[in-house]
């Protein structure tokens, strides 16, 4: 037969102002989450004070509308129990609520959307199974409507948490209060709770490739998108990497473009250099191109002029004029982890004390080569 639906907890779901009507979803959620059996305790009055953080009365008030909807049993000096599985969709059409992502209006770049649409489709995908929708803010057009739009969708009392994909939330950091928020897909980590990877690291992975390979005369390449604190990231990992092999670490062989700099201008003047390198690090796929298209004018060719490995996902797309080694991102985990992480904020508990890092991994697709010391000189 089918579940009866509920009645006290669906009649009081727009009464989300009220604390023990929220409470209410979140145990409900929780019973679903957890797959709690018939049978399972919960917690006393005591300890759900505690976990939730919400007073006697509260609890009680919660509690009182659960049992009467059949959700839960008490048991004087005992605590309180499930009286049958949860499932939300079936019993209540419930969703949590709801989690605002926020990006710069050119973040789906047609260029870059394979790497873009496999993050954000782990991050809906994850969103829904937790129980949220999902409502996307574009900003970056117009500073005023979009401080406008933010503070009305902070305001909607169905919003939970926020997602910040980039820095797209930086000028509006005062209007978000004591909201959830996670922020991903930038260079350096921020102070929100933060999820992506460690630059320093992958700097460290590639060049460290480089170097396994037989190269000596390595040069990074950053793109002037790269901020003074993200750039130091490049510059600790490559000089960590140089030490770990005993190799002279050079400050002026990490080249990073100035604003209105022509990327391939930047790229001729690494490979025409003094001390021209054999392999450089390119951090992202607009940095890998434009080395191609010097490389090109130069009567270059890769890899026995000059071996190359980038970073990113939309690194993989490029197959010509061969496909390029890549330090390949955790992109779908970043989705994932972002998704555990607003998830636990939501739900009360403490934000994390250090930025999440995750790792990828190289894939050598054949622009890199092995080069003896005589290549080398």
Known sequence: MPTPPATALTANLGQRKYKYVSLTQKIIRNIARQNLQSGDRIGTENEL?????????????????????????????????????????????????????????????????????????????????????????????????????????????????????????????????????????????????????????????????????????????????????????????????????????RREHIFHAFEGEQLQELAKQILTSGHRPTAVFAEDWKACNALLAAATDLGLSLPQDVSLIGCGQNVMNIQVPLPLDTYLPDTEGTGKTVVQLITKLIDGKPAPTAPIHLDGRIVARGSVRQVSDTQQA
Request: with cysteine; hydrophobic share 40%.
């Open 49 to 249: 004070c505690e976990q939730y953080g919400l007073s006697r009365i509260t609890i009680r008030k919660a509690l009182a509308m659960l049992e009467e909807d059949g959700f839960i049993y008490r048991k004087q000096k005992k605590g309180t129990f499930v009286k049958r599985p949860i499932d939300l969709s079936r019993d209540l059409m419930l969703m949590r609520g709801t989690v605002v992502v926020a990006m710069q209006n050119n973040y789906l770049d047609p260029v870059e959307a394979v790497a873009e649409f496999t993050f954000f489709r782990a991050l809906e995908r994850g969103l829904a199974e937790e129980g949220f929708s999902v409502r996307v803010i574009g900003l970056g057009t117009n500073r005023e409507q979009d401080r406008m739009r933010l503070l009305h969708a902070v305001k909607d009392k169905e919003v939970e948490g926020v997602c910040s994909i980039g820095s797209a939330l930086e000028p509006y950091g005062e209007l978000l209060g004591d909201m959830p928020l996670v922020t991903t897909c930038t260079f350096h980590p921020t102070p929100t709770p933060w999820v992506g990877m460690n630059m320093e690291k992958v700097t460290f992975d590639c060049i460290e490739y480089l170097i396994r390979n037989g190269h000596r005369e390595i040069a990074v390449m950053c793109g002037p998108w790269i901020e003074s604190r993200g750039l130091m990231d490049f510059t600790r990992g490559f000089r960590s990497a140089c030490e770990a092999h005993g190799m002279t670490f």
